[in-house]
T-cell receptor, first 117, second 110 residues
Framework: AQKVTQAQTEISVVEKEDVTLDCVYE???????LFWYKQPPSGELVFLIR??????QNEISGRYSWNFQKSTSSFNFTITASQVVDSAVYFC??????????????FGKGTKLSVIP | SQTIHQWPATLVQPVGSPLSLECTVE??????LYWYRQAAGRGLQLLFY??????ISSEVPQNLSASRPQDRQFILSSKKLLLSDSGFYLC?????????FGEGSRLTVL
């Protein structure tokens, strides 16, 4: 069965520190997508990144970077030089095809990041 | 560009009262639409999804129902709310592979 585990429930860092959010997934599919979303205090889920299962190349976008490793079924997210605006709940998600060709995302429980000034 | 809106943003309802949450998507046709619920400390749970008008799939047996009367409209309803229905409800539409979410509707059942 598909599953996403975010073992870190809450993390606190001091501004300008680097922080890594862990994500471990389980799936029997050979083709799948992984995602990260940010949920600021306002509540709206903001899409950050998508990776497909055939592309293990790491990605960097500004202060954000993502490390995808199929060997350990992990898709970790690192914020470099954290800022107060990074404070949010971050969700990792996995694509899932269920019966009749339906498509949905399965989410982890999220990691709450607090960046202290 | 595509946009998605939900309303109302906040709702406080007594137990046993009806519910109607609406979601509208603009700028795309025949999108896959989703209702997720986020209860406190429990992550995101998929409630319903729809691949087209009148086509609804339910993921979790519950007190809620969904309808899609128009291509870009997705409605979440209940005839009688329970305390356990409290939570943050998010509507989403599917892009290529990712989902894009609305602002959310926070429901408190008292």
């Amino acid at each position: 069965a598909q599953k996403v585990t975010q073992a870190q429930t809450e993390i606190s860092v001091v501004e300008k520190e680097d922080v890594t959010l862990d994500c471990v997934y389980e799936t029997r599919d050979t083709t799948y997508y992984l995602f990260w979303y940010k949920q600021p205090p306002s509540g709206e889920l903001v899409f950050l990144i998508r990776r497909n299962s055939f592309d293990e190349q790491n990605e960097i976008s500004g202060r954000y970077s993502w490390n995808f490793q199929k060997s350990t079924s992990s898709f970790n997210f690192t914020i470099t030089a954290s800022q107060v605006v990074d404070s949010a709940v971050y969700f990792c998600a996995l694509s899932l095809y269920s019966g009749a060709g339906s498509y949905q995302l399965t989410f982890g429980k999220g990691t709450k990041l607090s960046v202290i000034p | 560009s595509q946009t998605i809106h939900q309303w109302p943003a906040t709702l406080v309802q007594p137990v046993g009262s009806p519910l109607s949450l609406e979601c509208t998507v603009e700028g795309t046709s025949n999108p896959n639409l989703y209702w997720y619920r986020q209860a406190a400390g429990r992550g995101l749970q998929l409630l319903f999804y729809s691949v087209g008008i009148g086509q609804i799939s339910s993921e979790v047996p519950q007190n809620l129902s969904a309808s899609r009367p128009q291509d870009r409209q997705f409605i979440l309803s209940s005839k009688k709310l329970l305390l356990s229905d409290s939570g943050f409800y998010l509507c989403a539409w599917r892009g290529q592979w990712e989902l894009f979410f609305g602002e959310g509707s926070r429901l408190t059942v008292l």
